[in-house]
């Protein structure tokens, strides 16, 4: 069973710094089956990086993704106030089928 | 534009059932492939389960065996998500959300918050 594990559980930054958030996979995931999630409180989540780092529709460039085999990282170039927010990735493979990591709070320092 | 449409909030005893529904509006509902996805209180996104209509096709998360169950009606483009046997720990936000290349989840409901109380 495939087990994502993202770290630091909070990050604290202010507006116009650097977010780089991480995501280890347990076993290497095939075709980098990895996405990103941004959430908002009373939000559906909101697709931001797919096949590790491919933008979804209308996401701003400044979010990028990179990484292969076990380790993601997402990355915000420059923060806007919109951008606070908790961030989760995912993973499609056989065992499970789907699954997210536990979530990092990125908060207004 | 397509759209997945969440049915309202639920307030069940524990023991219960509830079925929460996703009707997708626009689009061709018959190829698609939806998951269910719940949030409970302080806690991360949980996978629930997945259903391909096309193929009358059903997955579920190994802790939800038995418990949950997952359909589909092409005639009205909607989706269910049946949990029994509820518990306070049921609690929760139950998002739809369609599955694009079967792997990632690009359109999601609004979610059903569920509240398991006495």
């Known amino acids: 069973e495939i087990v994502l594990t993202q770290s630091p559980g909070t990050l604290s930054l202010s507006p116009g710094e650097r977010a780089t958030l991480s995501c280890r996979a347990s076993q290497s995931l095939d075709s980098s089956y990895l996405a990103w999630y941004q959430h908002k409180p009373g939000q559906a989540p909101r697709l931001l990086i797919y096949?590790?780092?491919t933008r979804a529709t209308g996401i701003p460039d400044r979010f990028s993704g990179s990484g292969s085999g076990t380790d993601f990282t997402l990355t915000i170039s420059r923060l806007e106030p919109e951008d606070f927010a908790v961030y989760y990735c995912?993973?499609?493979?056989?065992?499970?089928?789907?699954?997210f990591g536990q979530g990092t709070k990125l908060e207004i320092k | 534009q397509v759209q997945l449409v969440q049915s309202g909030a639920e307030v069940k005893k524990p023991g219960s059932s509830v079925k929460v529904s996703c009707k997708a509006s626009?689009?061709?509902?018959?190829?698609?492939?939806l998951v269910w996805v719940r949030q409970a209180p302080g806690q991360g996104l949980e996978w629930m389960g997945r259903?391909?209509?096309?193929?009358?096709?059903?997955d579920y998360a190994q802790k939800f065996q038995g418990r949950v169950t997952i359909t589909a009606d092409e005639s009205t483009s909607t989706a269910y998500m049946g949990l029994s046997s509820l518990s306070y720990e049921d609690t929760a936000v139950y998002y739809c959300a369609r599955v694009q290349n079967s792997w990632y989840f690009d359109l999601w409901g609004r979610g059903t918050l569920v509240t398991v109380s006495s």
């Open positions: 096949g590790a780092s």
């Open positions: 626009g689009g061709a509902f018959n190829t698609y492939t």
């Open positions: 259903i391909m209509p096309m193929f009358r096709a059903v």
């Open positions: 995912q993973q499609y493979s056989a065992s499970p089928l789907y699954s």
